[in-house]
């Protein structure tokens, strides 16, 4: 491999693996290099990925019965909890039966395999068939610069060059911090711990358990005492055999708080409405792994250098919004972006800043950044402690009052609220609170 | 159904160069600022594989062998105490997830 490349993009999760699609589809000579043992080793994810882009990089890959994703979603559940209840927003439609569909439920260690071996298969089909390459278990150390310009890496002793680089190397992104894109220490602030369970279970049991049909899946967000009032909140999806159950937890609260994240998992799972749900199972992995808050202050400023572009989670691009959290689409398009910004730059053989500038306007113009951008009020508004604390906390105290009949004469459900809403909060506070909830979504 | 224990968490974790008797650790940690300076040494309760750990004297040890790579430490500790790199693959821990 003495030649040099057109790229070398750096890690094979779901950015990396999207821009290599991308290039190897517009015969782009290109190295992938991912640390693990295969492409999705050391991924975590809760994950669903959400839209339609996965069937731009495999179009029908419903069709294909090795398949690396899990389920899809047809069923969307929104749970509060206090510690004793559980009250939820729960949406199942035949809209979502169909091809494409709007979210697909993975397994990281499973689906990024998979998906490598599509690249293969595109790698194979294009003019570079024997010249570009997925290389498994190198680490990169170091981003080689010329002057202001990206021009290889280095693993160990060895260097590889090129004429331009994408770092898709993960919410952990030593290389970008070398870059001096983003700052050598990143602060807890913007930060979230995730830890998570898979939980196995025969599959008829599993199918039973959650009304699934077929592939079909459900995604179950949650908010209140999942976290014992650290902000975050909790996520159950459904897998072919398996559930993901786990949390997500701010670290600086975390911190703040004294408690450890696999303590509040285990209560979680011992909460009386999430224990009925999934008794029986046994726990085949525990993992954890930091993820990005989507805080739009936790994003570089720049993503590009001359020859360098970051995407995906080592651009911090992730979203709660409290509909869905967004990481995966995000790495996907943004990986997307990345190569089309590549291949324009070598059809003009322009490697420059200015040419690689272009990848930060069109992610500018994307879903992605329009909605992060649009979407911090929603972001900040479900880290406040009212939301993930008081909220949940009032809705669960009302939902207990409204479904006890007493064989009395009943409260009016308005005279109801009122009680709940004075024994958690303010009618003041919920007003500031719902002003700001509906601007912010 | 049963909670597990951390310890039998850690125990369904495929680790890397399990066979190797000496690993190059990829978390280098100052435990002298944990034990001088640090107010709170919170990475001996954020970390998800508690390879931070307290002895009788209130003094933080570090090991790097359950360690899964998530970062948390890298972030938590805001006194300069941890030095944060990925694991090398051939000489190093760290892990290789069978769900992910």
């Known amino acids: 491999m003495d030649e040099k490349f057109d790229c070398i993009i750096v890690g094979a999760g779901v950015a990396g693996l999207a821009a290599a699609m991308t290039l190897a589809r517009n015969n782009i000579k290109f190295l992938l290099i991912e640390k693990g043992e295969f492409a999705g080793a050391k991924n975590v994810s809760g994950g669903v990925i959400w839209g339609q882009d996965l069937a731009k990089l495999v179009p029908e890959y419903w069709k294909d019965e090795e398949a690396g994703w899990d389920r899809f979603i047809n069923h969307r559940r929104l749970t509060f909890i206090d510690e004793e209840s559980a009250f939820s927003l729960d949406f199942k439609s035949r809209h979502f039966n169909e091809p494409p569909y709007s979210g697909v439920i993975v397994l ?21 068939s024997m010249d570009s390459f997925i290389a498994t278990n190198i680490l990169v150390e170091e981003i080689l610069m010329e002057g202001d310009k990206a021009v290889g890496i280095r693993t160990g002793d060895e260097k590889f060059y090129a004429d331009s680089v994408i770092i898709a190397e993960g919410v952990n992104n030593l290389l970008t911090r070398q870059a001096g894109l983003q700052d050598k220490y990143v602060p807890a602030d913007h930060i979230l711990t995730g830890v998570k369970e898979i939980i196995r279970y025969e599959r008829s049991v599993l199918e039973d358990r959650f009304q699934l049909n077929g592939l079909s899946g459900m995604s ?41 994240p696999y303590d509040i998992l285990n209560d979680f799972k011992a909460h009386p409405v999430i224990k009925d749900t999934i008794r029986g199972g046994e726990v085949v992995e525990y993992s954890a792994h930091v993820v990005s808050s989507g805080d739009k202050r936790g994003i570089p400023e ?36 990345a190569a089309e910004t590549i291949i324009e730059a070598k059809s003009k053989n322009d490697f420059s800043i200015t040419q690689m500038k272009k990848y930060q306007g069109n992610l500018n113009n994307s879903y992605i950044m329009k909605d992060i951008n649009n979407f911090q009020d929603a972001v900040q508004l479900l880290h406040n402690p009212v939301m993930y604390q008081k ?11 409204f479904f006890t009949i007493k064989n009395e004469p009943t409260k009016k459900a308005r005279e109801m609220m009122g009680e709940s809403v004075k024994a958690h909060s303010s009618y003041w506070e919920l007003i500031k609170l719902g002003l700001k909830g509906a601007r912010s979504l | 159904m049963k909670l597990l224990t951390l310890p039998e968490r850690l125990g369904l974790i495929s680790y890397r160069n399990q066979a190797k008797s000496e690993i190059k650790p990829h978390i280098r940690v100052d435990t002298e600022i944990c034990n001088t300076v640090c107010p709170h040494k919170c990475t ?9 750990t307290l002895d009788e004297n209130n003094h933080v040890h570090f090991q790097v062998e359950d360690c899964i790579e998530c970062g948390t430490c890298m972030y938590a500790c805001d006194q300069g105490a941890v030095t944060w790199e990925f694991p090398d693959p051939e000489t190093g821990r760290g892990v290789t997830w069978n769900f992910g």
């Open chain 1, 108 to 128: 990281r260690s499973k689906f990024d395999r998979w998906l490598a071996n599509k690249v293969e298969d595109a790698i194979a089909e294009s003019e570079y």
């Open chain 2, 44 to 52: 001996t309760y954020v970390c998800p594989a508690n390879c931070y």
């Open chain 1, 220 to 260: 179950n967000e949650f908010v209140g005492y999942a976290t014992r009032g650290v902000e975050g909140g909790g996520f159950l999806y459904t897998n072919r055999d398996t559930i993901s159950i786990g949390l997500v937890l701010g670290l600086k609260d975390l911190r703040d708080k004294e408690l450890k």
């Open chain 1, 302 to 337: 720049k993503l590009y250098k001359g020859g360098l572009l970051v995407c995906g989670e080592a651009a911090n691009l992730l979203m709660n919004a409290g509909k869905a959290i967004q990481g995966m689409d995000y790495a996907m398009r943004s990986g997307i972006l």
């Open chain 1, 391 to 401: 909220v949940p906390s009032l809705i669960n105290h009302f939902g207990r009052n």
